[in-house]
């Protein structure tokens, strides 16, 4: 009786942890890439208000704006003016770690903030 309990366990415990091998989740992929986000400027915001990249992605910003702006990403010291009704695409590799903000210098709030990082995504949110 004993040994068929112990078979038993034994046989459960060989089962249950070939179906955890095979039905465990793959782990994410984190290996630099290309990244691309639309983001538009409009009534004092920023669209999407979000974005992730990870650290050694090309990151492209295609961004449109309802007004003139100059936009700036803190951390990179990125500047571009923005026209209405025109693409303006800033292109960078993530390649520092933190949360850096999105702003129109002087001239009103500050859009989005992101954040690069080893194994984190970054934002750039409002």
């Known amino acids: 009786m004993a040994v068929r309990v112990l078979a038993l366990i034994s046989i459960s415990v060989l089962v249950l942890g070939g179906l955890f091998l095979l039905l ?22 920023m669209s999407p208000e979000e974005i992730s990249v990870h650290e050694g992605d090309r990151v492209t910003l295609n961004i ?19 026209e209405p009704g025109k693409d303006t695409e800033i292109l960078f ?13 002087n001239r009103g709030p500050r859009y989005g903030g992101g954040a690069w990082g080893p194994g984190r995504g970054a934002a750039l949110e409002r």
């Open 24 to 45: 465990r989740p793959a782990p994410p992929d984190t290996s630099p890439g290309e990244r691309s986000f639309d983001l538009e400027i409009r009534d004092n915001g």
């Open 93 to 105: 590799e993530a390649e520092l770690t933190g949360r850096f903000p999105m702003e129109v210098p």
């Open 64 to 82: 449109t704006a309802e007004r003139p702006v100059e936009i700036h990403v803190h951390g990179y010291d990125l500047e571009e003016e923005v």
